[in-house]
């Protein structure tokens, strides 16, 4: 299923009422262990949030130790089970670690979502440097096929499974100063495809969310053009796009 949400408002909005009486029921998640890829910050930090508010067990993850710990801290203020992991993602022995770390100490892995993307150049998709090029796809595109594969295995063996990418809204509709970035999203939406297709025999459910310009550090440099277009000069909010996200990994 790829869910796309466009500003505040859902173009494609899949679920009902239902989804937000969840959250206010018995927690969902209780004994399942997940891991959130650049989770300290913006909407990594907030699905990080919403996992462990929902009972999971959630691995915090990011390249630098002082924003995992910072993150870590700000969660287990709120009382809930997060432990901390660095993993630059773009780095084979960190995303061995991460993966290998979590099952040692929990015992297996249930959920995985993949956040991280970069976006070092803004223009038209012909401007872009060829290392600029393949450092967007190796981090937003290869890293995420590349943990996914390494999780599959483990979810196999409990018999089920979430796996969620974080898309962009910018993989339907390009933004003029995101090309590379635009198309790297886009190669997402038919990873989910093949993977869903590859892996449902074995209970492991295959998701990817394509958010519009949520209020984070990272969209701050296409706030001011993106809005500008708008009928309506609102932005979603992460507490918005959370609603989506939490039925995703319920699985009923």
């Not at 929902?54 to 993850?61: E, F, I, R």
């Not at 040692?104 to 976006?119: C, E, K, M, T, W």
Request: net charge positive.
């Amino acid at each position: 299923m790829i869910l796309k949400t466009a500003g505040i408002l859902s173009r494609r909005f899949l679920f009902t009422t239902a989804a937000t009486k969840m959250s206010s029921t018995a927690k969902k998640l209780d004994g399942r262990i997940a891991i959130v890829t650049a989770s300290t910050e913006g909407i990594g930090f907030a699905i990080a949030k919403r996992l462990a508010s929902d009972g999971a067990q959630v691995v915090v993850s990011s390249r630098k130790q002082k924003n995992v710990d910072a993150a870590v801290a700000k969660l287990k203020m709120e009382g809930l089970s997060v432990t901390g992991m660095v993993c630059h993602v773009g780095l084979k022995e960190d995303r061995e670690k991460l993966i290998e770390q979590t099952v040692s100490l929990f015992g297996g892995l249930d959920i995985l979502i993949s956040n991280a993307a970069v976006n070092p150049v803004f223009g038209p998709v012909l401007s872009c440097p060829e290392d600029a090029w393949d450092k967007i796809f190796d981090i937003n595109v290869k890293t995420a096929f590349l943990l996914a594969k390494s999780a599959v295995p483990h979810m196999e063996k409990r018999g089920r499974g979430s796996i969620i990418f974080i898309s962009s809204i910018a993989g339907f509709q390009p933004f003029s100063a995101l090309g590379a970035y635009s198309v790297s999203k886009t190669a997402l939406l038919g990873l989910t495809k093949v993977l869903a297709q590859e892996v449902g025999h074995s209970g492991i459910r295959v998701n990817c969310i394509a958010p519009g310009v949520i209020q984070t550090k990272f969209s701050s440099m296409v706030i001011v053009k993106f809005i500008s277009n708008l009928p309506l000069p609102l932005l979603g909010a992460i507490k918005l796009f959370n609603i989506f996200f939490g039925c995703l990994c319920f699985g009923n």
